[in-house]
């Protein structure tokens, strides 16, 4: 309860494995020193490879997903699109319009068979399935409904950071169901920060009600 607000931010990242020394570029090596990406890992085979969904990654920090991305690239095989604070807006508008395109592959789901130069052509110029973006740059005017899936690779301690990311996927346009995954270190920092979420989402729920009872 006395930790300071650096410090929070120093356990959080190290629970992604953030700092720590990575022994090889194995999946076995990034898996060892985080639980989070092997989480990760399960989940992005799941949600991609076998539910043919499209899935965002958010974390706070671009350490994090300086970790997560060469993991996901190299280790499952799996190509990123990214957004972070380090782009300006109109990079990160043209992320967005990219990433919500169709994939390459939705004709095969489909049923239809493209021409190999279309589909070479379309794996070039189209998205990929997963797309890696901080929280801030989430947070204000992107709408990413071609994503049907959302992982919170850690928590923030304002409450209204995590759901104004995730919302990015409901939005306007959206046909699937979108399920939200945060995950957490069990009995580590993770867990305070997200007990300290509690008390501010009834506050802002109340808030909401009393407005709209003024309102009325």
Same mark, same amino acid.
Request: glycine fraction near 2%.
């Given at each position: 309860n006395c930790l300071s607000a650096p410090l929070v931010q120093k356990l959080q990242r190290l629970c992604g494995g953030v700092g720590l020394p990575l022994p090889g570029v194995t999946r076995t090596d990034y898996e060892q020193i985080s639980g989070k990406l092997a989480a990760l890992g399960t989940l992005l085979e799941r949600f991609v490879r076998r539910?043919?969904?499209?899935?965002? /990654?958010? %974390? $706070?920090?671009?350490? *994090?997903l300086d970790l997560a991305q060469p993991y996901i690239e190299q280790c499952l095989g799996m190509p990123v699109d990214r957004s972070d604070g380090k782009q300006s807006q109109a990079d990160k508008a043209n992320v967005a319009e990219r990433w919500n395109k169709p994939c390459p592959m939705d004709s095969e789901r489909k049923g $239809?068979?493209?021409k190999q130069k $279309?589909? $070479?052509k379309a794996k070039q110029s189209l998205p &990929?399935?997963? !797309?890696? !973006?901080?929280? #801030? @740059?989430?947070?204000v005017g992107l709408t990413l409904n071609a994503a049907s899936a959302c992982v919170l690779m850690d928590t923030s301690w304002n409450p209204a950071d995590d759901l104004q990311a995730a919302s990015r996927c409901h939005r306007i346009g959206q046909t699937r169901d979108v399920e939200v995954v945060r995950l957490l270190v069990r009995n %580590?920092?993770?867990?305070? /920060? !997200?007990?300290? *979420?509690?008390? #501010?989402?009834?506050? @802002? &729920? #109340? @808030? *909401?009600?009393d407005a709209g009872d003024d309102n009325a």
């Open positions: 539910e043919d969904r499209r899935v965002v /990654v958010f %974390s $706070q920090w671009t350490d *994090q $239809q068979r493209p $279309q589909k $070479q &990929k399935e997963v !797309l890696l !973006l901080t929280v #801030k @740059a989430g947070s %580590s920092v993770d867990d305070m /920060v !997200l007990q300290r *979420q509690v008390p #501010k989402r009834i506050y @802002a &729920k #109340k @808030a *909401q009600r």
